[in-house]
């Protein structure tokens, strides 16, 4: 069963989709909660209505509860569970239903994530499969087993960078856990295969030999792919690629992977040469490549900071002047880019950090109002506009932005605690010491250790 997006499914669903999360965004959570029920009943495909359905379910179960409240709903669930399990085998659709029964009561239970993610994998519904796979895997972070089987769905979304970064960083504390490298390594696999073209040979569209030539290329792709080359590693592919481009002048990928281990090598002159010679090219109007050329001239700045001599009686002097200049550099290059590209929001949005970093906050404004139609950085730009409006002392406004990108904000991450914390100040700067507390209970109740939420609402309640 293929997953759908909000455009796939009957216009009288859509209405009730778009009902709903106008209900969520009103806490009024049991009418969202119903519509988007009735909405999966019809369309069990539909990702974005059961994230929005799962999102309104967690808000209204709020914290986990006690003990015996958790024992009671596990044991309350397991009959469905069995149930479930029993139909996985022959209806996956139907242990799908069953899941949702069991989430509809208790939607952090973990025997029904877990039914509803394998029902999810037997259907074909990876991004599914990871929405549950997900939200136990922030219940159990150390769990090896549900971290890979998450990594594995992730990977089938397309998503294989998060998922080499998942295992990678539990790897890290488990050095020695053959497992977790088999894993690893089953990951690189499939990436190669993606980026190598396989699927192409699967669909009858390719050949062997168009994709792998020898044993040894098969090694040095799955070698490229590593996020961190070790320096034995790094050192050989330089070796190889030069030598290689003797024979390949006009090898663009080629001499951009080259020019990215000498990046990596802090050879960043080097670097930079190969990227302009690929910018002179047909290639050149890629904006990927002005950014790969912006980040290693910054990195060049980094390098020099980095070896200044702290003991110089002029370090602090030389210290503000190369970061002065890296400032100006970003900041020119970044307005460079706009002007090349001015339909990409992406560059839009990292002006406007630059703009609000260097305090040219109108400046940061309109690259924010800019940035917020790009769904991948509404949020953020909607935050960034509501700090803005803060530093310009428009407090209300402020406030109304920060508030609009909170209820767009579904799932309470660290992206929503930096909403919830900047409204909270924005509101004590209006004197709404009363709204503004509220906002902080909110971090205060899931994470206490975010930033000064302990001390303000403890004062707080000193104060009555």
């Given at each position: 069963?293929?997953?759908?997006?909000l455009?796939?499914?009957?216009?009288?669903?859509?209405?009730l989709?778009?009902?709903?999360?106008?209900?969520l965004?009103r806490?009024?959570?049991?009418?969202a909660?119903?519509l988007?029920?009735?909405?999966?009943?019809?369309e069990?495909?539909?990702?974005?209505?059961?994230?929005a359905?799962?999102?309104?379910?967690?808000?209204?179960?709020g914290?986990?509860?006690?003990?015996?409240?958790?024992v009671?709903s596990?044991?309350?669930?397991?009959?469905l569970?069995?149930k479930?399990?029993m139909?996985?085998?022959?209806?996956?659709?139907e242990?799908?239903?069953?899941a949702e029964q069991?989430?509809?009561?208790?939607p952090?239970?973990s025997?029904?994530h877990?039914?509803?993610?394998?029902?999810?994998t037997?259907?074909?519904?990876?991004h599914t499969?990871?929405l549950?796979?997900?939200?136990?895997?922030?219940?159990s972070p150390?769990?090896?087993a549900?971290?890979v089987?998450?990594?594995n769905?992730l990977?089938?979304?397309g998503?294989?960078?998060?998922?080499?970064?998942?295992?990678?960083d539990?790897y890290?504390?488990?050095?020695t856990?053959n497992e977790?490298a088999?894993a690893?390594k089953?990951?690189?696999a499939?990436?190669?295969l993606?980026?190598g073209?396989?699927?192409?040979?699967?669909?009858?569209?390719?050949?062997?030999?168009?994709?792998l030539?020898?044993?040894?290329?098969?090694?040095?792709?799955e070698?490229e792919?590593?996020v961190?080359?070790?320096e034995?590693?790094a050192?050989?592919?330089?070796a190889?690629?030069e030598a290689?481009?003797?024979?390949?002048?006009?090898n663009l990928?080629?001499v951009r992977s080259?020019?990215?281990?000498?990046t990596q090598?802090?050879?960043f002159?080097e670097?930079?040469?190969?990227?302009?010679?690929?910018?002179?090219?047909?290639?050149?109007g890629?904006?990927?490549l002005?950014?790969a050329?912006?980040?290693?001239v910054?990195?060049?700045?980094?390098?020099?900071l980095?070896?200044?001599?702290?003991?110089?009686?002029?370090?602090a002097?030389q210290t503000a002047r190369?970061?002065?200049?890296?400032?100006?550099?970003?900041?020119?290059?970044c307005?460079?880019?706009?002007e090349r590209?001015?339909?990409d929001?992406?560059?839009?949005?990292e002006l406007g950090?630059?703009?609000?970093?260097a305090?040219k906050?109108?400046?940061?404004?309109q690259?924010?109002?800019?940035?917020q139609a790009?769904?991948?950085?509404?949020i953020?730009?909607?935050?960034?506009?509501?700090?803005?409006?803060a530093?310009?002392g428009?407090?209300d406004?402020?406030a109304?932005?920060?508030?609009n990108?909170?209820?767009e904000?579904?799932?309470?991450?660290d992206?929503?605690?930096?909403?919830v914390?900047?409204?909270?100040?924005?509101?004590?700067?209006m004197?709404?010491?009363?709204?503004?507390?509220?906002q902080?209970?909110?971090?205060?109740?899931?994470?206490?250790?975010?930033?000064d939420?302990?001390?303000?609402?403890?004062?707080?309640?000193?104060a009555q």
């Amino acid at each position: 069963m293929a997953e759908k997006g909000l455009t796939d499914i009957p216009r009288d669903l859509r209405v009730l989709f778009t009902k709903g999360n106008e209900a969520l965004q009103r806490e009024n959570l049991d009418y969202a909660i119903a519509l988007f029920q009735q909405v999966l009943e019809k369309e069990p495909g539909f990702y974005d209505c059961r994230h929005a359905l799962r999102a309104a379910q967690l808000k209204k179960a709020g914290g986990r509860g006690g003990f015996f409240k958790k024992v009671l709903s596990s044991a309350g669930s397991s009959p469905l569970v069995a149930k479930g399990q029993m139909a996985l085998r022959k209806n996956p659709l139907e242990a799908l239903q069953i899941a949702e029964q069991i989430l509809e009561s208790d939607p952090h239970n973990s025997g029904g994530h877990k039914l509803l993610a394998e029902a999810a994998t037997a259907l074909e519904m990876p991004h599914t499969a990871v929405l549950s796979l997900e939200i136990l895997n922030r219940n159990s972070p150390k769990d090896k087993a549900l971290a890979v089987q998450l990594a594995n769905a992730l990977a089938n979304t397309g998503e294989i960078g998060r998922a080499e970064k998942l295992l990678t960083d539990l790897y890290r504390g488990h050095p020695t856990d053959n497992e977790l490298a088999q894993a690893l390594k089953n990951l690189s696999a499939r990436k190669t295969l993606r980026e190598g073209g396989y699927e192409a040979l699967a669909d009858g569209k390719g050949s062997y030999r168009d994709i792998l030539k020898d044993k040894e290329e098969a090694i040095s792709l799955e070698q490229e792919q590593r996020v961190v080359k070790t320096e034995d590693v790094a050192e050989r592919l330089i070796a190889e690629y030069e030598a290689r481009l003797q024979t390949e002048p006009n090898n663009l990928k080629l001499v951009r992977s080259l020019a990215e281990l000498y990046t990596q090598k802090k050879r960043f002159n080097e670097a930079l040469a190969l990227y302009e010679r690929i910018k002179t090219s047909e290639a050149g109007g890629d904006p990927t490549l002005d950014r790969a050329i912006a980040d290693t001239v910054s990195r060049k700045f980094d390098h020099a900071l980095a070896h200044l001599d702290a003991s110089a009686p002029d370090y602090a002097e030389q210290t503000a002047r190369i970061q002065a200049e890296k400032e100006a550099y970003q900041l020119a290059e970044c307005q460079k880019r706009v002007e090349r590209f001015p339909t990409d929001l992406q560059i839009h949005f990292e002006l406007g950090q630059l703009y609000f970093q260097a305090e040219k906050i109108s400046e940061a404004i309109q690259e924010f109002q800019k940035a917020q139609a790009n769904p991948h950085k509404r949020i953020q730009a909607l935050y960034y506009l509501g700090q803005c409006f803060a530093r310009r002392g428009i407090n209300d406004l402020a406030a109304r932005t920060l508030q609009n990108a909170i209820k767009e904000k579904l799932i309470f991450d660290d992206e929503k605690k930096d909403l919830v914390y900047a409204l909270g100040c924005v509101l004590e700067k209006m004197g709404k010491r009363e709204e503004a507390v509220e906002q902080f209970k909110l971090i205060y109740e899931t994470d206490i250790g975010y930033k000064d939420v302990a001390a303000k609402v403890d004062a707080y309640y000193a104060a009555q």
